[in-house]
T-cell receptor, first 112, second 113 residues
Framework: DQQVKQNSPSLSVQEGRISILNCDYTNSMFDYFLWYKKYPAEGPTFLISISSIKDKNEDGRFTVFLNKSAKHLSLHIVPSQPGDSAVYFCAASEDSGYALNFGKGTSLLVTP | DAGVTQSPTHLIKTRGQQVTLRCSPKSGHDTVSWYQQALGQGPQFIFQYYEEEERQRGNFPDRFSGHQFPNYSSELNVNALLLGDSALYLC????????????FGPGTRLTVT
C-alpha cells in the first residue's frame, strides 16, 4: 500500500519559471519528509528536508512546504534551470535513522 | 571523502539462481539500508543493518537476506531469483539515530532472464 503518493508523473516548466512538485501521504506517524533528486544512472541525491514541527524550509532556490492537516507537501524551485531536469522523489520517515518510504517520483523537464 | 559505493554495476542472472550484491557505506556512517527500485517506481525499503544485525525489515520475502561486516560494509543476497526481481538495487548509508538523511550509491542493475 503506497503511503507516499506523487500523482504527477511528469512536469514541464520553462527556464526561469517556478517548478512546483507535489506529494501526499497517508501515514500520520510520519514525522520527517525529504526530497531526493535522481539523474539517470545515478543514485538518488538528497535535496532538502522538513520536520513535521515546521511548515516551511528553504535552501537557496529550493523551498519545501508542509501542510500537516492536509497531509500534503510541495517542493518549489525558483527560478528553474535546465540542470534541474531530473526525477524528484518525495520520501517520509517515522523515526530518525530508519526506513524511508518513497513516492513513485515526478520527472521534471526544464526547457530553455 | 568517499561516498557510497556498490558492486557490481550490472548483473545478468537466470531465474532460479542466487545473487550477491555489495555495498560500502560513506565514510563515518555505520548504518546500511537496501532498497529495490523497479522500473517506473520509487525505491522500496528491503532492510537495514546496524551493528551487524538486521534492525528493520520491509515487506520482502525471506529469499532476500543480508549481512553487515565489522567494517560496516554490507551484502544483499537474493535466492531463487524470479523474473520480478529484475530491478535497480540501491544501497544507502546513514547514521543510526539523530538524522533522517540517507546517502545513496549508484545502484546495481539486476536483470533476471
Amino acid at each position: 500500500d503506497q503511503q507516499v503518493k506523487q500523482n504527477s508523473p511528469s512536469l514541464s516548466v520553462q527556464e526561469g519559471r517556478i517548478s512546483i512538485l507535489n506529494c501526499d501521504y497517508t501515514n500520520s506517524m510520519f514525522d520527517y519528509f525529504l526530497w531526493y533528486k535522481k539523474y539517470p544512472a545515478e543514485g538518488p541525491t538528497f535535496l532538502i528536508s522538513i520536520s513535521s514541527i515546521k511548515d516551511k524550509n528553504e535552501d537557496g532556490r529550493f523551498t519545501v512546504f508542509l501542510n500537516k492537516s492536509a497531509k500534503h507537501l510541495s517542493l518549489h524551485i525558483v527560478p528553474s534551470q535546465p540542470g534541474d531536469s531530473a526525477v524528484y522523489f518525495c520520501a517520509a520517515s517515522e523515526d530518525s535513522g530508519y526506513a524511508l518510504n518513497f513516492g513513485k517520483g515526478t520527472s521534471l523537464l526544464v526547457t530553455p | 571523502d568517499a561516498g557510497v559505493t556498490q558492486s557490481p554495476t550490472h548483473l545478468i542472472k537466470t531465474r532460479g539462481q542466487q545473487v550477491t550484491l555489495r555495498c560500502s557505506p560513506k565514510s563515518g556512517h555505520d548504518t546500511v539500508s537496501w532498497y529495490q527500485q523497479a522500473l517506473g517506481q520509487g525505491p522500496q525499503f528491503i532492510f537495514q543493518y546496524y551493528e551487524e544485525e538486521e534492525r528493520q525489515r520491509g515487506n520482502f520475502p525471506d529469499r532476500f537476506s543480508g549481512h553487515q561486516f565489522p567494517n560496516y560494509s554490507s551484502e544483499l543476497n537474493v535466492n531463487a531469483l524470479l523474473l520480478g526481481d529484475s530491478a535497480l538495487y540501491l544501497c544507502a548509508s546513514s547514521l543510526p539515530t539523530g538524522t533522517y538523511e540517507q546517502y545513496f550509491g549508484p545502484g546495481t542493475r539486476l536483470t533476471v532472464t
